[in-house]
């Protein structure tokens, strides 16, 4: 599936290359020999928008307005960075399919509604990005929000104009399936080597393995360091304004 839609050449920026296998551990989290990225891709929600308890929030909202019992919010968080209806199924895999379609709908309403529950992004990450932008860097987002959610999401936070393209659940195929990647690398004509993904769960780790793609995860969102390092990306990094440092050592 992949094979047929990876460009064949390099359009942009500098292939990444040599691309080390050494273990990670929590002290060992920046191999060194690797190159600079063409395409940085982002996952949204816990990686770039802190959004996990509006999340948590408005499934439960959902769940309840259907008299049924709220699995545990950490159950509940263990799911973001998965489609809306992978999530569902992941977390009531006994109901039926008319029931899973409310609860979809129920949150839906709830998170582009009224849910007061605040959603900023992580501290700098509008600097982080913009600064991505305004080096010529390649940057795109691959999330598990809908396309409505997304878009919304771009235009509150003013980052909208910084992305070169992005893909959401809805559009395409649910994380961890490589589709929405290969979508994008055809989009913006990069090799799937050439590019990072960067994201807080092990659904946006292993879509990159899947793809072929080299990762780089952040601690700071919904899943924990050792499930993330058992997906063996580049890196773990502690919070966003650490990318351009991480960044800098890549050569």
């Keep these: 599936m992949g ?7 390099l359009s942009i920026g500098i292939l990444m290359t040599e691309i080390t296998e050494t273990p990670l551990t929590a002290d060992c989290q920046l191999p060194s020999n690797s190159m600079q990225p063409a395409l940085i891709i982002f996952d949204w929600d816990g990686t770039l928008m802190d959004s996990a308890a509006r999340i948590v929030n408005c499934m439960t909202a959902a769940f309840v307005e259907q008299a049924l019992s709220p699995p545990p919010p950490e159950q509940m968080r263990a799911q973001i960075g998965l489609g809306l209806e ?29 849910d007061p529950t605040p959603t900023p992004l992580f501290d700098r990450a509008d600097e982080v990005v913009r600064a991505l932008h305004q080096q010529g860097r390649l940057i795109a987002v691959a999330t598990g929000k809908s396309r409505r959610g997304l878009d919304r999401a ?22 961890p399936n490589p589709q929405m990647l ?33 990762s780089l995860a952040v601690s700071y969102g919904v899943h924990d360091a050792d499930r993330l390092l058992a997906c063996e990306p580049l890196g773990l990094i502690h919070a966003i304004a650490e990318l351009p440092a991480w960044l800098a050592t890549r050569g």
């Design 154 to 175: 771009l235009a509150q936070s003013g980052l909208a104009p910084y992305f070169h393209a992005t893909r959401c659940a809805d559009e395409t195929l649910s994380k």
């Design 86 to 114: 992978e999530a569902m199924l992941a977390l009531c895999p006994q109901e039926r399919p008319e029931v899973i379609t409310r609860l979809m709908d129920g949150y839906r309403n709830r998170f582009l509604g009224d």
């Design 182 to 214: 290969f979508e994008l690398l055809d989009e913006l004509g990069i090799r799937a080597d050439a590019a990072l993904m960067i994201g807080d769960t092990e659904f946006d780790l292993l879509m990159a393995k899947n793809a072929g793609m080299p």
């Design 3 to 9: 094979d047929s839609i990876r460009p064949d050449t």
